[in-house]
């Protein structure tokens, strides 16, 4: 089981760009959430998707928005980047099936470094 | 909405020594506590979790916390550490039926010989 995984590892872009980051959930999860974890933070939800709909947002600007696929795969995009935007991104993942408490899996992240 | 106060930034402590983390968290509604850790370039990995039942919560590499509802508390302890116990350690709660996991500050656990 290749757990949850992340691409890229790193990213460097410059203000104004837009970005986008991938998440391939845990084998079996159906749920995928996007954190950003500024340096020195814990993470901050940004939102939440299941059967290819934004089920719940956190409070982040509509500049950041996210696709899940049939393959319940997600993307996660930052348009009109900020300075502010750099941070290290979390993808998770989770099974609405197993329980009515989905435990949450972590990938390693992508390093984002908006210059 | 929920929230989660870490007490320590940094915790250094010697090797063999036993540690406590402190959290308190703050809701109006029944809540799901968890502590994850962080090593150096990595994602977050599940320590322990508290859903409901007996209070005293056993988790990996030998960690254990205790929910307080009283103190809306839920300290994180490990009687003996080693020099691998060095990490971020992030405590974190859920309300029921809420999907925005709420994160502390996180704590720097540093290990020394």
């Known amino acids: 089981d290749a757990g949850v995984t992340q691409s890229p590892t790193h990213l460097i872009k410059t203000r104004g760009q837009q970005v986008t980051l991938r998440c391939s959930p845990k084998s079996g999860h159906d749920t995928v959430s996007w954190y950003q974890q500024a340096l020195g933070q814990g993470p901050q939800f940004i939102f939440q998707?299941?059967?290819?709909?934004?089920?719940q947002r956190g409070n982040f600007p509509d500049r950041f928005s996210g696709h899940q696929f049939p393959n319940y795969s997600s993307e996660l995009n930052v348009n009109a980047l900020l300075l502010g935007d750099s941070a290290l991104y979390l993808c998770?993942?989770?099974?609405?099936?197993?329980?009515?408490?989905?435990?949450?899996?972590f990938g390693p992240g992508t390093r984002l470094t908006v210059l | 909405a929920q929230s989660v106060t870490q007490l320590d930034s940094q915790v250094p402590v010697f090797e063999e020594a036993p540690v406590e983390l402190r959290c308190n968290y703050s809701s109006s509604v029944s809540v799901y506590l968890f502590w994850y850790v962080q090593y150096p370039n990595q994602g977050l990995q599940l320590l322990l979790k508290?859903?409901?039942?007996?209070?005293l919560v056993k988790g990996i590499n030998g960690f254990e916390a205790e929910f307080n509802k009283s103190q809306t508390s839920f300290h994180l302890r490990k009687p003996s550490v080693h020099i691998s116990d060095t990490a971020e350690y992030f405590c974190a709660v859920s309300e029921m039926n809420n999907n925005d996991m709420r994160f502390g500050a996180g704590t720097r656990l540093t290990v020394k010989p």
């Open positions: 998707y299941y059967e290819e709909e934004e089920r």
């Open positions: 508290y859903l409901s039942g007996s209070t």
């Open positions: 998770a993942s989770s099974s609405d099936r197993v329980s009515s408490y989905n435990e949450q899996f």
